[in-house]
């Protein structure tokens, strides 16, 4: 054995048996069971088993391995193989992370998901090099750069589309109903996150889109909701909410945005292992809508921090559902940073709907059920030539919000 190897075994094994040890002693203290002494024995065991993986890996590995990197990889694997939100995050991912959540950054504009092995497009963020060049929801990105995917390193592909504006890059998707991959040349660009968009559609009736949840999400929609307000005279009939195609994001934003057009009630439940993870959170006094008609159009884009919203509104009676199923992702991420600009991101939570529905995998049903041709013929998405008269969902929901006050609503509006 090299010294290396015998360095790296004595280190691993001091650090996780000392562990083991105070965890053991502290368990046994306070319980002093038989089974908990066995659960110490059977961990050392494990221990044991770990060293002697890794001091042979860097002993007869037919490349001279980094220890750092062989002990990185260790780490990833056993994130990953918990379930297919849970990650580790190295300093480049980890920064990822706070860009989405907090500010903007430079790429293509792709919001992605690991799904059985696969890395799947959830949505194209408007306006962006991605959503230009015509990459879709449901896209499987199958390499990037010529460099094929790796279903155990996706955060190594997400880096790899980012970099300076300007700079070109190449993304291959496989497409359902397509031969072959479909290739993109793109140029990467400032991507600027911003969530919400609103228009005035006339008649006392206004549309706000929401496209994913950040910081400034509540802020934002609540100035957007206050300008339909003045455009109206101040008396709003009623307003879409558009959720399609939103991938999600923080979930502190999205009860915010729940709770502002509810006036009380539950709006989600969580429940976890650990106490952090058992929460509920209830809705305060006020609407920022004023008790003005509320719909909310939804699709199979719409997951997560969008779920949460869309169940609490209808299952508080406040809105109804427009469009297709939703997703269908109910756990919720906490980033937790570790030492050198690493972190985890571990999914510490399943949440469930005021009802107590639990959504993952199976998603909500909408109210009424409208389908499209293609998840981008909607008004209100950048760049988009659909008008309001032209979006089925959108004048299904106009529609009822009209029934309710009495008369029929047809708006001709674009972007």
């Not at 379930?83 to 300093?91: A, I, K, N, V």
């Not at 991101?345 to 107590?356: D, F, I």
């Amino acid at each position: 054995m090299s010294l290396k190897a015998r360095s790296l075994g004595i280190i691993v094994v001091g650090a996780v048996l000392g562990f083991v040890v105070s965890r053991g002693s502290i368990l046994i203290a306070e319980r002093g069971s038989a089974q908990e002494a066995a659960t110490e024995a059977a961990l050392s065991l494990d221990v044991r088993l770990l060293t002697e993986a890794l001091e042979t890996v860097l002993r007869e590995y037919v490349d001279v391995v980094d220890d750092r990197q062989l002990i990185e990889g260790a780490i990833r694997g056993m994130i990953s193989e918990l379930d297919s939100h849970s990650r580790y995050l190295g300093p480049d991912d980890y920064e990822e992370v706070l860009i989405a959540t907090t500010g903007n950054y430079a790429g293509v504009g792709l919001n992605v998901h690991l799904e059985e092995g696969k890395v799947r497009v959830v949505t194209t963020l408007e306006g962006t090099p991605a959503y230009r060049a015509g990459i879709l929801p449901g896209d499987m990105v199958i390499s990037v750069d010529n460099v094929p995917v790796q279903k155990d390193r996706v955060e190594e592909t997400i880096v790899r589309m980012r970099g300076e504006p300007g700079t070109g890059v190449t993304v291959d998707v496989a497409r359902d109903g397509q031969p072959g991959p479909l290739h993109f040349n793109l140029v990467r660009s400032e991507i600027e996150v911003t969530t919400v968009r609103s228009e005035y559609l006339g008649e006392g009736y206004g549309y706000i889109r929401l496209t994913g949840f950040s910081d400034s999400t509540k802020r934002d929609m609540t100035m957007a909701a206050k300008a339909l307000s003045e455009r109206a005279g101040n008396g709003l009939r009623g307003v879409v909410l558009d959720l399609r195609n939103n991938s999600g994001g923080i979930l502190d934003a999205a009860v915010d945005v729940a709770d502002a057009f509810l006036e009380r009630g539950l709006i989600v439940r969580g429940t976890g292992r650990n106490r952090d993870a058992r929460f509920e959170h209830y809705a305060g006094e006020g609407d920022l809508l004023n008790g003005a008609d509320l719909v909310v159009l939804v699709n199979a884009g719409s997951a997560s921090a969008a779920e949460i919203v869309a169940g609490a509104l209808k299952e508080n009676n406040r809105a109804q559902l427009v469009g297709t199923k939703t997703y269908g992702k109910g756990t919720v991420q906490t980033v937790m940073p570790l030492v050198a600009g690493r972190a985890i991101k571990l999914t510490t939570a399943r949440y469930l709907t005021p009802s107590g529905s639990a959504i993952n995998g199976a998603g909500i049903e909408p109210d009424v059920i409208v389908h499209v041709p293609s998840p981008n013929d909607q008004f209100g998405r950048a760049g988009s030539k659909i008008s309001a008269d032209e979006d089925h969902q959108l004048q299904e929901a106009l529609r009822l919000i009209g029934s309710r006050a009495g008369a029929p609503v047809v708006l001709r509006s674009t972007l």
